[in-house]
């Protein structure tokens, strides 16, 4: 299972993107990869880093990336804000169609 995030820029440290890691192994009961489309060459080893490409694309629009079919595989995607407190294992199913999840702030 691939999960993504981007980390452009400095407005989120390294430190999001550990957290979100850690709440990920936490509610997560498959074997994942973790995968973070980044500027920064600072992240630990054990969280892959996909180096964003230069489609000249600034702050929050480097998501657009992930509609690139070439450049990610079939995963779920977490903004490095989010809150994961529960089991996350029934969100992914795979298939064709982009899913979307409906908060209830």
Known sequence: MNFY????GSRYSDEFVIKLESMIS????????LNCITD???L???????KLPDYGL??????MVLFDEEFVEEGLFFDLDIVLMSDITELY???TYMKFIQTDW
């Open 93 to 95: 199913s795979p298939g």
């Open 44 to 50: 630990p080893k054990y969280i892959k880093t996909i």
């Open 40 to 42: 920064s060459d600072t």
């Open 26 to 33: 936490r509610t997560f009961d498959e074997p994942y990869t």
């Open 58 to 63: 600034q702050k929050w629009w480097a998501k």
């Open 5 to 8: 995030c981007v980390k452009v």
